[in-house]
Every structure is written in structure tokens, then in C-alpha cells.
Nanobody, 118 residues
């Protein structure tokens, strides 16, 4: 059974930083592409970043490129998202996603809330 547990969200000021973590279990994490997605209040789910199984491949949405960094530790079955230069428009519920498709709710965690406000 796939389990993804996000943590690290909270309140940050504009320009601030947060680091999200996702503890994964129930599948072969080290062989699986992983992604982060987010959902702003009143909006649909938005893909944020992805990383290949061996970390050789990363890709980012234009809205976060240059500010966010996705990484992973395959020994600890953990996915990370380092978020710098936060903006109010980054506010939302951030999800860890198994794979690169956002259409299956069973492939993402419960989310961690990020709020960027002064």
C-alpha cells in the first residue's frame, strides 16, 4: 500500500524559505519518479516539480524555476522540496506524488499547507 506523508509546511513571509519533506513507503521508492504538486485555494491541482529515480533528471514549472529545488534520499525513502524566495502566490496545499501523473488521488499524500503572507 502506497503511503506518502508530507511535512514541513507552515507560515512564511514573502522572500522566506521552507523545506518540505515526504516520507514514502509501500513501493520501490528508489526506482520511481517522484513529483510535487500544489493546490491553491479555489484552484485546481498544479504540477510543481519532478525528479527521476536516480536524481539525474529534474524539471520545474515555470512559476517556481530558480526558486524551488527538488531532491531525494533513496536510502531514507524521502523526497524533499526546498522553497526559497517564497511569494504569496505560492500559498497552497503541497502534495508529494508517486510518479508524474496527478490524476490518481491514491498516488499522493494528504498534503502539507504552505502559507506565504506578511
Amino acid at each position: 500500500q502506497v503511503q506518502l506523508v508530507e511535512s514541513g509546511g507552515g507560515l512564511a513571509q514573502p522572500g522566506g524559505s521552507l523545506r518540505l519533506s515526504c516520507a514514502a513507503s509501500g513501493f520501490s521508492f528508489g526506482d520511481t519518479y517522484m513529483s510535487w504538486a500544489r493546490q491553491a485555494p479555489g484552484k485546481g491541482l498544479e504540477w510543481v516539480a519532478l525528479i527521476g529515480a536516480a536524481s539525474a533528471i529534474t524539471n520545474y514549472a515555470d512559476a517556481v524555476k530558480g526558486r524551488f529545488t527538488i531532491s531525494r534520499d533513496n536510502l531514507r525513502n524521502t523526497l524533499y522540496l526546498q522553497m526559497n524566495g517564497l511569494k504569496p502566490e505560492d500559498t497552497g496545499l503541497y502534495y508529494c506524488v508517486k510518479g508524474v501523473r496527478l490524476t490518481d488521488p491514491a498516488s499522493r499524500g494528504q498534503g502539507t499547507q504552505v502559507t506565504v503572507s506578511s
